[in-house]
């Protein structure tokens, strides 16, 4: 059983930067795949960036540029580092986990860009 907790939302000006972390209850080196989503109202959750095979990336078209991923295996935390948030970034934002052939989601954090 994996639990992970999402951390770092709230609200933000269009232009501004979140640091979003997601902290694990077991060694994040030993999650191969581990990444963010994200999900709007009305709207599918969408994949925003995920490790892949430990230190390999992936990224959606809608995070480059602008997404970071990163995690610190000594705290068992990953991060998502957000720059030049616009609206449109306005979601719920959740860490996904696969570990021993499971799925694991966090609870969320709330993202709102708005003037």
């Known amino acids: 059983q994996v639990q992970l907790v999402e951390s770092g939302g709230g609200w933000v000006r269009p232009g501004g930067s979140l640091n979003l972390s997601c902290a694990a209850s077991?060694?994040?080196?030993?999650?191969?795949?581990m990444g963010w989503y994200r999900q709007a109202p009305g709207k599918q959750r969408e994949l925003l960036a995920t490790?892949?095979?430990?230190?390999?990336?992936n990224y959606a078209d809608s995070a480059k540029g602008r997404f970071t991923l990163s995690r610190d295996n000594a705290k068992n935390t990953m991060y998502l580092q957000m720059n030049n948030l616009q609206p449109e970034d306005t979601a719920v934002y959740y860490c996904?986990?696969?570990?021993?052939?499971?799925?694991?989601w966090g609870q969320g954090t709330q993202v709102t860009v708005s003037s």
């Open positions: 996904r986990a696969l570990w021993a052939g499971h799925e694991y």
């Open positions: 490790f892949i095979i430990r230190h390999m990336t």
């Open positions: 077991i060694s994040t080196s030993s999650i191969n795949v």
